[in-house]
């Protein structure tokens, strides 16, 4: 079935857990019910090996085969947008297995070393590209200080499709927006809590972690803010914020950390995380989290 791309990641783009097993080994399987359930609820774009995906704790591997995986249980129901990054090597190799399991679309992560050209990550994205064959890339940015030329050269790169912005500065945003062809599809990257002012600068679509415990949720929030509802997608992030909070705690230690958990609460263990992430969550942070779930009626 084919899809319309640009559509779908102008929609929420759904970061899956990684699940792992008792003894700590990737357990693809696990995320069935939580694939079917977001879809179900109207989730536009799973997206495989992102940060909540834990990608830079998952071997090469394992990212390979999350990605395989993963496209095998999405179908031709939704378009997969698969993470890949790292050393341009395991990038490239993951970008072409990715293409081969029946990804969509490539989602490029900003590389991390200390030492980045923005000239060296224009021939990365090309690298890469290569690699898949030519699959559309969408490239995730969470550093904004490479400026807005270095933006506007990467997403003019042949095959790049957009940006999943990731950084809480939205002017920056509309000003990269504004130096760059406007077919480029502009993508809130820092989730539900974020949406709203960066769709007042031009942004399209969000990444959700929550979609993988609270899908209706996040749909909902697409929706008003879609719809120029700004009151309403507001006041449902009010009552989802708590759940945000805990994430954004011990510097972000407990982003991957407070979904897996409400998935524990849930009935639908994934497994811990993998250090650095913390796991488990506080007795603090554990007692907030069953607050919210039971507040809104989740466990």
């Known amino acids: 079935m084919a899809h319309d791309l640009d559509k779908a990641l102008t929609g929420i ?21 939580i694939i079917d359930r977001a879809l179900g609820a109207g989730m536009h ?12 704790a998952l071997t090469t ?26 050393g341009i090597r395991d990038a490239c190799r993951l970008a072409k297995a990715s293409a081969d399991a029946g990804a969509s679309a490539l989602m490029i992560h900003q590389p991390p070393d200390p030492f980045v050209a923005p000239r060296g990550t224009v021939d990365y994205v090309k690298a890469v590209s290569d690699a898949s064959g030519g699959l559309p890339m969408m490239l995730y940015l969470r550093n904004d200080a490479i400026g807005t030329k270095a933006i506007a050269d990467l997403c003019a790169i042949p ?36 949406a709203p002012p960066l769709y007042a600068v031009g942004a399209r679509g969000f990444t959700s972690g929550l979609i993988n415990v609270w ?41 991957v950390t407070g979904v897996k958990a409400a998935l524990q609460a849930l ?33």
């Open 13 to 33: 783009s759904g970061i899956l857990v990684t699940p792992y097993d008792d003894a700590g080994e990737i357990a693809p399987s696990k995320l069935n019910p």
């Open 45 to 56: 774009i799973p997206v495989v090996n992102g940060n909540t995906g834990e990608f830079y």
């Open 61 to 86: 591997d394992e990212a390979v085969t999350m990605a395989t995986e993963v496209c095998g249980m999405v179908g031709d129901r939704a378009p997969v947008l698969a993470g890949v990054g790292r």
């Open 159 to 194: 095959g790049v499709k957009g940006v999943k912005w990731a950084t809480p500065n939205p002017l920056k945003l509309a000003e990269a927006k504004a130096a760059c062809d406007p077919s480029i599809v502009w993508v809130g990257g820092l989730a539900e809590v974020w």
């Open 215 to 255: 899908p209706e949720r996040s749909v909902a929030i697409h929706a008003a803010l879609d719809g120029g509802d700004y009151d309403t997608a507001n006041q449902l992030i009010r009552e989802m914020r708590a759940f945000e909070d805990i994430r954004a705690e011990e510097m972000n230690g407990t982003n």
């Open 267 to 299: 009935g639908q263990d994934c497994g811990p995380t993998r250090p650095p992430s913390a796991w488990p969550l506080t007795d603090t942070q554990q007692a907030q989290l069953g607050d919210f779930l039971k507040a809104n009626g989740l466990i």
